[in-house]
T-cell receptor, first 118, second 112 residues
Framework: GAVVSQHPSRVICKSGTSVKIECRSL??????MFWYRQFPKQSLMLMAT?????????EQGVEKDKFLINHASLTLSTLTVTSAHPEDSSFYIC??????????????FGEGSWLTVV | LAKTTQPISMDSYEGQEVNITCSHN???????ITWYQQFPSQGPRFIIQ???TKVTNEVASLFIPADRKSSTLSLPRVSLSDTAVYYC?????????????FGKGTMLLVSP
């Protein structure tokens, strides 16, 4: 089946620094990818929709200058957390849509990336 | 934006069939219903997707009544490894699933 891969799976960074998380579609092209954030024991919250070749669309309350999204190719979207602070520590998950036939498009998720800001 | 409602938790035993029902009263005409499974510290894993009636694959069945205001995920003969959170999502594929919103999910605990 379709595979979405994230890297790194875990990252620790110092407060004030920036960290980049990559999301790749491994065996299909994804014009649209989605970035989610999940705190422990909570559900996933959509942060933004990443569109290949254009600006990302951010959900209300998500700072676009803090969470920079770049979707430069049909197989790669990146999320950069700029000037990270401890409250940005979370589990970040990306997903991508695979075009389907009669069953409709299907969203597949990456493995997730744990970010810890110290 | 179709909102979903699921039981917060369910308990079962190994070998039993588990049915998790999701309510989505304001589902739109173009919306599909998709179920995901999530283990701790992992991304959600696709289980099954459908639009109407019944869909079956190698791991589960999805039952959708004619009015599509609810759906039931059926897991046959669960094992301990099926302990996870299960999410029911409703969204429009043509919109790129930009309306895909996660509810709280159902925590399924399978005991020996």
């Amino acid at each position: 089946g379709a595979v979405v891969s994230q890297h790194p799976s875990r990252v620790i960074c110092k407060s004030g620094t920036s960290v980049k998380i990559e999301c790749r579609s491994l065996d299909f092209q994804a014009t649209t990818m989605f970035w989610y954030r999940q705190f422990p024991k909570q559900s996933l919250m959509l942060m933004a929709t990443s569109n290949e070749g254009s600006k990302a669309t951010y959900e209300q309350g998500v700072e676009k200058d803090k969470f920079l999204i770049n979707h430069a190719s049909l197989t790669l979207s990146t999320l950069t957390v700029t000037s990270a602070h401890p409250e940005d520590s979370s589990f970040y998950i990306c997903s991508a849509a695979v075009r389907g036939g009669s069953s409709g498009n299907t969203i597949y998720f990456g493995e997730g990336s744990w970010l810890t800001v110290v | 934006l179709a909102k979903t409602t699921q039981p917060i938790s369910m308990d079962s035993y190994e070998g039993q069939e588990v049915n998790i029902t999701c309510s989505h009263n304001n589902i739109a005409t173009n919306d599909y219903i998709t179920w995901y499974q999530q283990f701790p510290s992992q991304g959600p894993r696709f289980i099954i997707q459908g639009y109407k009636t019944k869909v079956t694959n190698e791991v589960a069945s999805l039952f959708i009544p004619a009015d599509r205001k609810s759906s039931t995920l059926s897991l046959p003969r669960v094992s301990l490894s099926d302990t996870a959170v299960y999410y029911c999502l409703v969204g429009d594929p043509d919109s790129g699933y930009s309306t895909l919103t996660f509810g709280k999910g159902t925590m399924l605990l399978v005991s020996p």
